[in-house]
């Protein structure tokens, strides 16, 4: 425990309550040993350590079974930890964190279990039931005037339309979490990370990449920073910006190798990036590492895009071309709206993820 306490000085404290269950365990009152565990995953999950912070998470939810705060954070680690064995685990975290939160009146705890539990489906490829999840916690948060909550319920819509395709609801969803969002909210670099996304869907790569362009420098979180490295390259291949490409691809590549959580999309988004240089071999075998990713995490969404990188790989079918939105356009207005509240965004918050 002294050894690991030096090696993280954070971890000092909560180490420190746990050392004390061996010599006097009747004196650790459970609120505290919960906080401690707690501690250490929060300490795990910014450091990398998924399974560390699974099993620190998941000690703090049953030493506490009646708190649903731990429910909640069990939910989220075991989701992102992927697999279906722990999809299962999160969706008994989820459901048992709503129970709680409704019956202890915990108005915040119950839309984060809700919107949980949404991304829960949408990671299992449960779509529908997904955006129901995300529209019942966003109407929820609205009669409660939690407006930050309605915004993050609402991101999570908007992030769903636009993998599924379904333009126009993402911009009206986006729009609408813009303007409930907190001037300075934490999730900002997030919303802007999943309309570049939006926007690659549609072709206007130079608009994404002028939007999301050394945005990972200012994020906190092995993850998010992955996530908006990769997006990034994919952005700059299709602009045609080779400096900027091959920098975020470079430090894309290097997160995706250590970080499971984000290494999924990650990969798609280099696979895609590769093809507009025409590299159709590096493609294939981010394709490959994709799919594998995907399958050993159950993770639907990315396996589909997966197999249809490879599919087009195979093809050696081209990416569409470049061409900017035209500027009265609802998707161009929004564009401008959101880098109009990047260039504002200050952090206030301890970081910057990109998690419920």
Known sequence: MEAAADAAPLLSDPLAALARIRIVPDQVAAERLALACDQVHDWAARAGLHSVAVHFSEASAYIEPLNARWAVH????????GGR???????????????????????ELALRALIGAGALAKDRGEYAQARRFYLRAARRAEHGSRRRRAAVALHFAFALAAETGHFRIAVRDANA??????????????????????????????????????????????AAMGMLYGITARAAAGAG??????????????????????????????????????????????????????????????????????????????????FEPPSDTPIAALARRLAARLRRWRRYYRGVGMKA
């Open 74 to 81: 069990a939910g989220y680690i075991t989701r992102t930890a």
């Open 85 to 107: 064995e722990m999809f299962a685990r999160s969706e008994q975290w989820y459901s048992r964190a709503y129970v709680l939160a409704v019956r202890f009146r915990e108005g």
């Open 177 to 222: 979490a813009l303007r409930n969002y907190p001037l300075h909210d934490e999730r900002i670099p997030a919303l802007a990370h999943d309309f570049a996304y939006l926007l690659i869907r549609n072709q206007h790569y130079g608009t994404a990449l002028r939007l999301v362009d050394r945005l990972a420098e200012r994020v906190d979180g092995v």
């Open 241 to 322: 910006a080779e400096s900027s490409y091959e920098a975020a691809a470079e430090s894309a590549l290097n997160i995706a190798r250590i970080n499971d959580e984000c290494a999924g999309p990650v990969f798609v988004n280099l696979g895609e990036a590769a093809r507009f240089w025409g590299q159709w071999e590096a493609a294939a075998g981010h394709a490959g590492r994709a799919l594998a990713v995907a399958q050993r995490r159950a993770d639907v969404e990315v396996e589909r895009l997966a197999v249809e990188l490879t599919r087009k790989i195979k093809r050696r079918e081209p990416p569409p071309p470049a």
